[in-house]
């Protein structure tokens, strides 16, 4: 701050120019009389801005730092000896006449107001993505604290206002709103990486369930493993070769399968119709192993299936193999329940003597449509 600085000492010192320092010259004062007379009036000293006095040595007064013509005495001012005394010590306070102060605060107002514009604007769309993405608490807190870093920028704004402050201190202001905005867009990112990271999650909380085809509520786990098995078949009673060589074991399921489809089946089948294929369980010299085939397409499955009682008719080595579906777990739970249901039902019937006849006949419980939602049983009539 630029201003004159008035040491009191003792005698009558030389007078001083002004110091590069301050801004402004020492000057001494001493206790006789003429030295706190008037100025002589062949020194030229600048007017008091605010009351016209002129602004000597040996006055307490402020030097505008921008055009360095006017001064106001510290009456004008409205600060005490001590304080003015005190200022002069601080560079980084600057005071400017009332021509220089207004065009300063006109262009400190309209870069801070920039500054919020563009705060408010990031503001806006920040706001409207997470409303998309986030819940709403985490929106609240959001606005909370923005709405608290627009309230110190207004705070500080109206400090620019009465203070007319440096333009220092505006683009310091600038730098912080532009790393808080900055701060906000990472906090915005890392939240839609959150969302986008726990959308299976949300998906699965706001529908646990599914209705499967038949009309019969699964769990969504349940229905992706009934379309995982959908292409599945089992073969009950396939002979295994007994070989250490896994292999050799594999090449002769492969074979035995193109057989069973050719000769027992009718059904022309390619290498590549076939995905996969293993046995199920551990090997055991005592046991026969369910044989497991995956193909390509689910039509081919179908298709096995539509001629599975030509097996009937086929070669003696072919008729003791069974073709079943691949069940889930609930699945097979749900069927084992189904025919114990109707096994009791039938047993029941026949203490009772309902439903008895000229004929003696045996009845056996069959599930159909295990693979679908609605599995049923029906009885199947063996004459004795």
């Not at 207004?154 to 440096?166: A, F, H, S, T």
């Not at 399968?257 to 022309?268: D, K, M, P, T, W």
């Amino acid at each position: 701050m630029r201003g004159q600085k008035v040491a009191p000492v003792k005698g009558a010192a030389p007078r001083r120019g002004k110091s590069s320092g301050s801004g402004g010259g020492v000057v001494p004062t001493v206790s006789s009389p003429a030295a706190s007379a008037k100025p002589k009036q062949d020194e030229q000293f600048p007017p008091c801005t605010g009351c016209g006095v002129a602004v000597s040595r040996e006055t307490r007064a402020l030097q505008c730092d921008r055009c360095l013509d006017k001064w106001k005495c510290i009456d004008c001012v409205g600060i005490s000896e001590a304080v003015y005394d005190g200022l002069m010590d601080i560079k980084d306070i600057c005071w400017f006449c009332t021509g220089c102060g207004e065009g300063s605060a006109a262009k400190t107002e309209d870069r801070v107001l920039a500054v919020l514009e563009k705060v408010m604007d990031k503001l806006n769309g920040m706001e409207e993505r997470l409303r998309q993405k986030v819940d709403v608490k985490m929106v609240e807190e959001l606005e909370r604290k923005m709405e608290s870093k627009v309230m110190q920028v207004e705070q500080r704004l109206r400090e620019v206002e009465e203070e007319k402050v440096d333009v220092k201190v505006v683009e310091e202001l600038e730098r912080k709103m532009e790393s808080t905005v900055t701060q906000a867009e990472l906090r915005l990112r890392e939240v839609e990486e959150q969302v986008s990271r726990n959308k299976d999650k949300l998906v699965a909380r706001e529908e646990s369930e599914v209705v499967g085809s038949g009309g019969v509520l699964l769990n969504v786990d349940e229905e992706r493993e009934i379309e995982r098995r959908k292409k599945n078949l089992i073969l009950y009673r396939v002979p295994e070769i007994q070989s250490e060589v896994a292999e050799d074991r594999k090449a002769g399921d492969m074979a035995f399968f193109h057989e069973v489809c050719e000769q027992g089946l009718g059904i022309a089948l390619k290498s590549e119709d076939i995905e996969q294929m293993y046995r199920l369980g551990r090997r055991d010299p005592n046991k026969v192993r369910p044989l497991l085939v995956k193909c390509k397409e689910e039509g081919l499955k179908n298709k096995m299936f539509d001629r599975v009682r030509e097996l009937k008719f086929a070669e003696a080595r072919f008729r003791g193999i069974s073709i079943a579906q691949d069940l889930t777990p609930c699945q097979r739970e749900r069927v084992k329940g189904i025919r114990q249901k109707a096994m009791e039902e039938l047993q029941a019937e026949q203490e009772s003597g309902e439903n008895s006849t000229g004929n003696q006949l045996n009845k056996k419980i069959i599930v159909v449509g295990q693979s679908t939602c609605n599995p049923r049983a029906i009885r199947v009539a063996v004459r004795v």
